[in-house]
């Protein structure tokens, strides 16, 4: 892999410029991103260090400035390194402000604001890891979504995206000859969702799991049969409570939970789910 360096320079956190890079960079092989990330960027002072640091280190830059005159010293002293800039938000701002019809604020580190929404998820990230596989059952009621499935089902994961999305999400493991807790049935707040996966490509990611943890044992937990008969009472069970069925054998975390938002929006609205298999 090669290493290409990138500057991300922000007035805010820094986090948008340094997803977009990720998200880019992977479309091309090859290469791996190593990061200089520069937050809090709002002054004359600040901003020379940043120029220094990038002449130190040359590399691709990208920036969400808001203010106008810092921007214009950004890329003036860049272009006389021969260094690229990239403003990642730029056409999106403009075009959405025709849309609106509307002007684009000036305050530095707008976009990030801790405002109500803010707080909402940081409590349900909170939320989400202290329910994380089968934890602290006792106030599941409290949760938005509670996703059930057979161990590596994608349960943790998919959960903890959720969460960054505001959902407060538990996640309860499924296992074969231990009924679900009570308290979980008798839930009337949370949407409970099924995960369920092809029996085939579960024993393969089990493996790796072992061999991860250096476990070379035959057990049941990568016996092709015993998954088998694992899944079909997860699907059975799912039916028998009418629960949402989302099969992630050939999804990402990110269509996983695209699918259970859709989900929750519907039966928010009073619309009927339905089971995606």
Known sequence: MKKIPFHLVSDSTGETVSSIVRSVTALFDGIEPEEHIWSLVRTKGQLEKVIAGIRENPGIVLYTIIDPAMQETLRDECRKMNIATIDPLSRTIAEMA???????????????????????????????????????????????????????????PTGMYLSHRGYRTANIPLVKGCPLPEILLSAT?????????????????????????????????????????????????????????????????????????????????????????
Not at 121 to 143: K, L, M, P
Not at 222 to 235: F, G, M, P, T
Not at 241 to 251: A, F, M, Y
Request: glycine share 4%.
């Open 98 to 156: 025709i849309c609106l019809g509307m002007k684009v604020s000036s305050k530095a580190g707008s976009q990030h604001e801790l405002d109500e929404e803010y707080f909402a998820r940081v409590e349900a990230i909170n939320f989400s890891i202290a329910h994380d596989d089968g934890q602290a059952t006792w106030d599941i009621n409290e949760a938005d979504i509670v996703l059930i499935g057979p161990s590596r089902t994608s349960k943790s």
């Open 189 to 277: 707040k949370p949407m409970i969702v099924g995960l369920v996966i092809s029996p085939e490509r579960l024993v393969q990611i089990r493996r790796s799991r072992l061999l991860s943890i250096k476990e070379d044992r035959d057990t049941n937990y990568v016996d092709l049969d015993y998954i088998k008969d694992e899944i079909s009472e997860a699907r059975k069970l799912f039916a028998k409570h009418k629960w949402p069925v989302i099969d992630v054998t050939r999804k990402s975390v990110e269509e996983v939970a695209a699918t259970i938002i859709q989900h929750y929006q519907e039966r928010e609205k009073g619309d009927k789910v339905i089971a995606d298999e």
